[in-house]
C-alpha cells in the first residue's frame, strides 16, 4: 500500500536538547499506531463505559433544556440583584477552556514549535467542543432562543438592528469568529490524515466516509503546498483570535460600573486565565488518552513537562492580577471598590474568593519543581484543581460583584437551582460524549506532523 505521506518535504527545524517523540520509530509504525486507534482498537470496555456515562450526564442537559424552554428561565437562579448566573459563569468558563487549543494551534505553530504536533490535533477539537458547550448559555440566557437570530445584522422589514453598544453583539460577533476559525483550521489539519485512515481502512463504508472526508487528497507536491499555505493563512488568522476573544469577553465586565467589575487589567487577566484553564483541561484530557490507548511514545513527559511550566507562567498572571485587584481597591480610595473587596474576602461569599486562592495561586506552586511536573497522578490532580479554580474565579466575578452594589436595599444572595447545577453537569457530558466520538473515528493525534520528528528521534536531530 502506497503511503502518501513520505512525499511531504519538511521545512521545520528541529531544535531543543530534548526529543519531543520517543526514539525507534519509522514512518510506518507512527502512522499505524495512530490509526490503528479509530480503525483497529474498537470499542473497548472503558470508551464503552466512559461513553455511555457521558451520553447519560449529556442526556440530563437535553431534559433540562426542555424543561427550561417549557417553563422559562426563572427556573435558573437567577435574581434582582444577580441577574447574572450559573449561565453567564459557565459561558465564560467554557469559552476560556477553548483557549489552548487555539494557542497551539496558532502561536505555537507559527513559532515553529516541535512539541505541539502531538497535542494540537485534540487540543482543536477541544476548542470547538467547550465553544459548543459555551454557545448553549447565551443562546438560552435571553429567554427567547428561537429570535436568537434577531443578534445578527441581517436585511429584515422591521428596520431592526443589533445594538453595537451591547456586550452581547460583541460576544455573537466574536465567539461565532472564533468557533468558524477553529473549524476550518481543524478540518484542513485532519485532510492528510483522512487520507491516510482512508488507505488503510478494511470496511468499504469506512473507505468511502474516509475518502469523502479527505476530498481527494493524494500527497502530491502540490497538495502539500496548497496545504502549507492554507495552514499559514488560518494560523495567521487564529492568533489575534486568542487575544481578541477572551479580551472581548472580558468587556462584558470591564465596560460596566459595577465595583470590581470596571478594571483596565480584565483584558489580559482574562486572557492568561483562559490559556491557564485550557492547559488544564489539555493535561485533564491528554493524561487518560495516553495511558489508555498506549500513546506514551508520542505524547512524552517533554509534553507534560512543557504544558506545566505554561500553566506556571500563564498562573502568575492570573496571581498578578488577583494582586492588582486588590491593590487598585485600596489604591483607588474608592469607598464602593474598597468595600466590594472586603465582601469579596469576609462577606457571605468569602470561601469562594479563598478556594480561588489556595487552586489557582497556592496549589500550583508546585509546579516550580521539576519532580512534581514529572508526577503523573500529581499533574492530573492539579489540572483538575486549577480547572475548579478558574470556574471559581468566574463565580467570584459575576456574584460577589453583583450581590451587593451601590444600594443597600437591593442586597440578596444568589442560590443556584437544581437546573443551574443539571445544565452545567450537563454540559460537561456534551463535552465528554463529544471527545469520545472524536477519539472513536479520527486520529487524535496528528499522524503526517509527528513523523516530521522521526529523524530527531531516531537520529539524533539530522535529517
Given at each position: 500500500?502506497?503511503?502518501?505521506?513520505?512525499?511531504?518535504?519538511?521545512?521545520?527545524?528541529?531544535?531543543?536538547?530534548?526529543?519531543?517523540?520517543?526514539?525507534?520509530?519509522?514512518?510506518?509504525?507512527?502512522?499505524?499506531?495512530?490509526?490503528?486507534?479509530?480503525?483497529?482498537?474498537?470499542?473497548?470496555?472503558?470508551?464503552?463505559?466512559?461513553?455511555?456515562?457521558?451520553?447519560?450526564?449529556?442526556?440530563?442537559?437535553?431534559?433540562?433544556?426542555?424543561?427550561?424552554?417549557?417553563?422559562?428561565?426563572?427556573?435558573?437562579?437567577?435574581?434582582?440583584?444577580?441577574?447574572?448566573?450559573?449561565?453567564?459563569?459557565?459561558?465564560?468558563?467554557?469559552?476560556?477552556?477553548?483557549?489552548?487549543?487555539?494557542?497551539?494551534?496558532?502561536?505555537?505553530?507559527?513559532?515553529?514549535?516541535?512539541?505541539?504536533?502531538?497535542?494540537?490535533?485534540?487540543?482543536?477539537?477541544?476548542?470547538?467542543?467547550?465553544?459548543?458547550?459555551?454557545?448553549?448559555?447565551?443562546?438560552?440566557?435571553?429567554?427567547?432562543?428561537?429570535l436568537a437570530y434577531w443578534l445578527l445584522p441581517y436585511p429584515n422589514t422591521m428596520a431592526m438592528w443589533p445594538q453595537p453598544r451591547?456586550?452581547?453583539?460583541?460576544?455573537?460577533?466574536?465567539?461565532?469568529?472564533?468557533?468558524?476559525?477553529?473549524?476550518?483550521?481543524?478540518?484542513?489539519?485532519?485532510?492528510?490524515?483522512?487520507?491516510?485512515?482512508?488507505?488503510?481502512?478494511?470496511?468499504?463504508?469506512?473507505?468511502?466516509?474516509?475518502?469523502?472526508?479527505?476530498?481527494?487528497?493524494?500527497?502530491?507536491?502540490?497538495?502539500?503546498?496548497?496545504?502549507?499555505?492554507?495552514?499559514?493563512?488560518?494560523?495567521?488568522?487564529?492568533?489575534?483570535?486568542?487575544?481578541?476573544?477572551?479580551?472581548?469577553?472580558?468587556?462584558?465586565?470591564?465596560?460596566?460600573?459595577?465595583?470590581?467589575?470596571?478594571?483596565?487589567?480584565?483584558?489580559?487577566?482574562?486572557?492568561?486565565?483562559?490559556?491557564?484553564?485550557?492547559?488544564?483541561?489539555?493535561?485533564?484530557?491528554?493524561?487518560?488518552?495516553?495511558?489508555?490507548?498506549?500513546?506514551?511514545?508520542?505524547?512524552?513527559?517533554?509534553?507534560?513537562?512543557?504544558?506545566?511550566?505554561?500553566?506556571?507562567?500563564?498562573?502568575?498572571?492570573?496571581?498578578?492580577?488577583?494582586?492588582?485587584?486588590?491593590?487598585?481597591?485600596?489604591?483607588?480610595?474608592?469607598?464602593?471598590?474598597?468595600?466590594?473587596?472586603?465582601?469579596?474576602?469576609?462577606?457571605?461569599?468569602?470561601?469562594?474568593?479563598?478556594?480561588?486562592?489556595?487552586?489557582?495561586?497556592?496549589?500550583?506552586?508546585?509546579?516550580?519543581?521539576?519532580?512534581?511536573?514529572?508526577?503523573?497522578?500529581?499533574?492530573?490532580?492539579?489540572?483538575?484543581?486549577?480547572?475548579?479554580?478558574?470556574?471559581?474565579?468566574?463565580?467570584?466575578?459575576?456574584?460577589?460583584?453583583?450581590?451587593?452594589?451601590?444600594?443597600?436595599?437591593?442586597?440578596?444572595?444568589?442560590?443556584?437551582?437544581?437546573?443551574?447545577?443539571?445544565?452545567?453537569?450537563?454540559?460537561?457530558?456534551?463535552?465528554?460524549?463529544?471527545?469520545?466520538?472524536?477519539?472513536?473515528?479520527?486520529?487524535?493525534?496528528?499522524?503526517?506532523?509527528?513523523?516530521?520528528?522521526?529523524?530527531?528521534?531516531?537520529?539524533?536531530?539530522?535529517?
Open positions: 500500500m502506497a503511503d502518501h505521506l513520505e512525499t511531504r518535504n519538511s521545512t521545520t527545524t528541529l531544535a531543543g536538547p530534548e526529543p519531543v517523540l520517543a526514539p525507534g520509530h519509522t514512518y510506518a509504525t507512527v502512522t499505524d499506531k495512530i490509526a490503528a486507534v479509530p480503525l483497529e482498537v474498537g470499542w473497548p470496555r472503558f470508551w464503552i463505559v466512559g461513553f455511555t456515562i457521558s451520553a447519560l450526564i449529556f442526556g440530563m442537559l437535553l431534559m433540562t433544556i426542555l424543561w427550561l424552554l417549557g417553563k422559562g428561565i426563572g427556573v435558573w437562579g437567577p435574581n434582582n440583584p444577580v441577574g447574572w448566573g450559573f449561565d453567564i459563569i459557565n459561558f465564560v468558563w467554557w469559552i476560556g477552556i477553548g483557549h489552548a487549543g487555539t494557542l497551539i494551534s496558532a502561536i505555537l505553530l507559527l513559532l515553529r514549535q516541535q512539541w505541539r504536533m502531538s497535542i494540537s490535533r485534540f487540543a482543536e477539537a477541544m476548542t470547538l467542543f467547550a465553544v459548543a458547550c459555551a454557545f448553549l448559555y447565551p443562546t438560552f440566557h435571553t429567554g427567547r432562543p428561537w451591547s456586550p452581547l453583539l460583541w460576544d455573537v460577533f466574536a465567539v461565532s469568529t472564533y468557533a468558524t476559525i477553529s473549524l476550518v483550521f481543524w478540518y484542513v489539519g485532519l485532510i492528510p490524515d483522512l487520507a491516510s485512515m482512508r488507505d488503510r481502512a478494511k470496511s468499504r463504508f469506512a473507505q468511502v466516509i474516509y475518502g469523502i472526508l479527505a476530498l481527494g487528497w493524494r500527497g502530491s507536491a502540490q497538495h502539500w503546498n496548497h496545504y502549507e499555505i492554507a495552514s499559514l493563512i488560518l494560523a495567521g488568522l487564529s492568533t489575534p483570535l486568542v487575544l481578541s476573544v477572551h479580551t472581548v469577553v472580558s468587556f462584558d465586565f470591564a465596560v460596566g460600573l459595577i465595583p470590581g467589575w470596571h478594571a483596565t487589567i480584565f483584558p489580559p487577566y482574562f486572557v492568561a486565565g483562559a490559556i491557564y484553564s485550557g492547559f488544564a483541561m489539555v493535561l485533564t484530557l491528554a493524561i487518560p488518552m495516553r495511558a489508555w490507548y498506549g500513546m506514551q511514545d508520542f505524547i512524552t513527559m517533554k509534553h507534560i513537562d512543557n504544558m506545566c511550566k505554561v500553566m506556571l507562567g500563564t498562573g502568575l498572571i492570573v496571581a498578578y492580577g488577583y494582586a492588582m485587584e486588590a491593590f487598585m481597591a485600596w489604591y483607588s480610595g474608592n469607598l464602593w471598590e474598597m468595600f466590594m473587596f472586603k465582601n469579596r474576602t469576609t462577606g457571605p461569599y468569602g470561601w469562594s474568593y479563598w478556594s480561588l486562592i489556595i487552586f489557582n495561586v497556592l496549589i500550583p506552586q508546585v509546579l516550580w519543581l521539576k519532580k512534581a511536573r514529572q508526577n503523573i497522578p500529581l499533574v492530573f490532580v492539579l489540572s483538575l484543581v486549577i480547572n475548579v479554580g478558574m470556574w471559581l474565579e468566574r463565580f467570584v466575578i459575576i456574584v460577589t460583584s453583583l450581590h451587593r452594589d451601590f444600594l443597600p436595599a437591593s442586597w440578596g444572595m444568589y442560590y443556584p437551582t437544581k437546573y443551574d447545577w443539571s445544565m452545567y453537569l450537563g454540559s460537561i457530558g456534551l463535552f465528554l460524549t463529544l471527545m469520545y466520538l472524536f477519539v472513536r473515528f479520527l486520529p487524535s493525534i496528528s499522524i503526517f506532523e509527528v513523523r516530521t520528528l522521526i529523524p530527531r528521534a531516531s537520529k539524533g536531530g539530522a535529517h
